[in-house]
């Protein structure tokens, strides 16, 4: 079912939800027992996936995902062209875009590369990433906020949706909101917010076994992240797996459109670089 949410959703154009959604809750219908044993799950775990194991990811073969079609690169491996960030921590190297802190030059709030290229709304944005610390993402339909304030906000401060990474694996492919609501959908998970804060909010089925997507993961090595966003229906699939999926019906606090980016985050040293950033609009 998840290859074929995919592949179908890449081909179409909004309106989609129809189709998003009803692909959703068959999953949902589907796994109907293992979403009551997920709601149980502890705060920050998917919960099972649908063999209930440990083994490979349930969602058959891989996701393709070299086909560019229709796709353009939106770094052209040489210069920040385009992109804007603090020139302390970012910049072009050997055909990749490097975020890096140190001991002499650390961060202390999470800092971010912007694309200034548009704010797009609905999209498929290809990227390759690797990290050898801490924790970073890639941030979509964000908004940045103004500097300085009460809390001192940086420059380069991006809050919205975010395909999170992480060195450590615990977090990487799920669906974060960066300074709003919080952890969206854990990897494996289809995640809902309902216009009703009374309303259902979390997670409603187990997409994939979450250890297993882990186990899909490379450590110290290039990894490959796909989004794709329709409508309120966002995907998030990881090295040919979906690690997320999130229907996005919260009227008040969802985006509908904004800056793509990538995140450095504060704390200790650390190293993310990213390459072959493809983006097609819709």
């Known amino acids: 079912m998840s290859r074929a949410l995919v592949e179908g959703f890449r081909a179409c154009r909004v309106p989609v939800l129809a189709f998003g959604v009803a692909a959703a809750l068959a999953m949902a219908a589907n796994d109907a027992g293992t ?8 705060a920050g775990q998917a919960p099972a996936g649908r063999a209930g194991g440990r083994g490979a990811p349930q969602g058959g073969t891989p996701i393709a995902y070299d086909d560019r079609t229709g796709f ?6 040489t210069t920040l062209g385009g992109w804007d960030g603090d020139p302390t921590f970012w910049r072009a190297e050997n055909g990749t875009i490097v975020g890096q802190s140190t001991a002499e030059h650390p961060i202390t709030q ?3 590369l912007i694309w200034r290229g548009g704010e797009p709304a609905d999209f498929d944005l290809k ?3 690797r990290i050898n610390a801490t924790n970073s993402g890639v941030q979509y339909r964000s908004v940045q906020l103004p500097e300085g304030g009460a809390q001192n906000i940086g420059k380069w401060v991006l809050k919205g949706y975010q395909a999170d990474i992480d060195y450590a694996n615990q977090y990487t492919g799920q669906l974060y909101e960066e300074r709003g609501r919080g952890f ?7 995640g ?3 216009s009703d804060a009374a309303g259902p909010r979390g997670p409603l ?3 994939e076994n979450s250890d297993a997507l882990k186990g899909i993961i490379k450590p110290d090595d290039w990894n490959q992240l796909e989004i794709l966003a329709r409508g309120n229906v966002l995907i998030h699939v990881l090295n040919g ?7 996005d019906d919260d009227t008040s606090a969802r985006a509908a459109k904004g800056w793509l980016g990538f995140q450095l985050h504060m704390g200790a040293p650390m190293k993310v670089e990213f390459r072959n950033v493809y983006l097609k609009t819709l």
Not at 184 to 190: E, I, N
Not at 241 to 247: D, E, G, I, P, T
């Open 205 to 207: 089925a187990a997409l």
């Open 35 to 42: 979403a009551a044993q997920g709601a149980g799950a502890p």
């Open 110 to 112: 999470n800092t971010f």
């Open 127 to 129: 990227v390759e990433y």
């Open 241 to 247: 797996h979906v690690s997320a999926l999130f229907v």
């Open 72 to 77: 353009r690169s939106i770094f052209d491996g």
């Open 184 to 190: 969206l959908a854990l990897r494996g998970s289809f």
């Open 192 to 194: 809902y917010f309902g």
